[in-house]
């Protein structure tokens, strides 16, 4: 298995040069989402579905050198709409962003404050839609907030399935772990969200992402936070902070559910 070497969170001074649209770019992320920038529209509820291939089968967890990395296997499709999305969105994978300690590690803030990391769950527009959108990716976005215990649905994924397997990919590398039940760590049906139309927060930071931000964090064990900082880079390093600077609003319009 080969993994991309040639950028590092801790050389993002390097990344203008590397990818001119990283400092060229006007819709780059993340950005510090403030209320007062936001917009409070009322929007239809996310409707997400299994529509293909077994619930239950196992998922693949890789350590990339640079995040945890969880996916569905090949063939199942979980499927994302509604809200303002402009039509269907299939699960690629989801993965997490941290920090050196407890106080910081997300990438997007919320009104200036930080939690000890945001975990991504990204979708691709789904093919056979007719079209095309200028969105080709949404992102649901959830914050961690570091407790001595996760909350029940987070200890369930990420303490009890995550953790117990984690220590196989302490070196980039993937290991199959039992089926994620991930719908249950975003409250998606009730939660407030902010969503504007971004970037990969990650080389080549292609302005192709409708984030989605959810306003209430997850609590998450500081055990599990710690094991996300234990995991290795691909120097013989440590993977201890992978989050983006806050970048430019450029007069982006935010929207806020309500
Ligand atoms: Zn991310």
């Given at each position: 298995?080969?993994?991309?070497?040639?950028?590092?969170?801790?050389?993002?001074?390097?990344?203008?040069?590397?990818?001119?649209?990283?400092?060229?770019?006007?819709?780059?992320?993340?950005i510090d989402i403030r209320e007062k920038d936001a917009t409070q529209v009322?929007?239809?509820?996310?409707?997400?579905?299994?529509?293909?291939?077994?619930?239950?089968?196992?998922?693949?967890?890789?350590?990339?050198?640079?995040?945890?990395?969880?996916?569905?296997?090949?063939?199942?499709?979980?499927?994302?709409?509604?809200?303002?999305?402009?039509?269907?969105?299939?699960?690629?994978?989801?993965?997490?962003?941290?920090?050196?300690?407890?106080?910081?590690?997300?990438?997007h803030l919320l009104d200036g404050e930080?939690?000890?990391?945001?975990?991504?769950?990204?979708?691709?527009?789904?093919?056979?839609?007719?079209?095309?959108?200028?969105?080709?990716?949404?992102?649901?976005?959830?914050m961690?907030?570091?407790?001595?215990?996760?909350?029940?649905?987070?200890?369930?994924?990420?303490?009890?399935?995550?953790?117990?397997?984690?220590?196989?990919?302490?070196?980039?590398?993937?290991?199959?772990?039992?089926?994620?039940?991930?719908?249950?760590?975003?409250?998606?049906?009730?939660?407030e969200y902010f969503a504007y139309?971004?970037?990969?927060?990650?080389?080549?930071?292609?302005?192709?992402?409708?984030?989605?931000v959810f306003k209430d964090?997850?609590?998450?064990?500081?055990?599990?936070?710690?094991?996300?900082?234990?995991?290795?880079?691909?120097?013989?390093?440590?993977?201890?902070?992978?989050?983006?600077?806050?970048?430019?609003l450029?007069?982006r319009k935010i929207f806020w559910s309500c």
């Amino acid at each position: 298995m080969s993994f991309d070497d040639s950028w590092h969170h801790s050389s993002q001074f390097n990344w203008p040069k590397q990818f001119p649209v990283s400092i060229n770019g006007t819709r780059q992320s993340p950005i510090d989402i403030r209320e007062k920038d936001a917009t409070q529209v009322l929007l239809p509820h996310f409707n997400l579905k299994c529509i293909e291939g077994d619930q239950n089968a196992n998922w693949v967890m890789t350590n990339n050198g640079h995040t945890l990395s969880l996916a569905p296997p090949a063939g199942v499709k979980w499927q994302l709409s509604g809200s303002l999305l402009k039509g269907k969105y299939i699960l690629d994978h989801f993965h997490s962003h941290w920090g050196e300690s407890g106080d910081y590690g997300c990438e997007h803030l919320l009104d200036g404050e930080k939690f000890a990391g945001e975990t991504h769950f990204v979708f691709k527009w789904a093919p056979g839609q007719g079209k095309e959108c200028e969105d080709a990716a949404a992102v649901w976005g959830i914050m961690m907030d570091e407790q001595p215990k996760s909350e029940p649905v987070a200890q369930k994924t990420f303490d009890d399935i995550i953790g117990k397997h984690i220590h196989k990919v302490i070196k980039p590398g993937s290991c199959s772990i039992p089926a994620i039940n991930f719908a249950s760590l975003v409250p998606h049906g009730s939660s407030e969200y902010f969503a504007y139309q971004g970037s990969l927060t990650t080389p080549p930071f292609a302005e192709v992402v409708l984030h989605i931000v959810f306003k209430d964090p997850i609590e998450v064990s500081k055990k599990y936070m710690d094991q996300l900082r234990s995991l290795g880079d691909l120097r013989g390093g440590k993977t201890d902070a992978n989050y983006r600077a806050i970048q430019p609003l450029n007069g982006r319009k935010i929207f806020w559910s309500c």
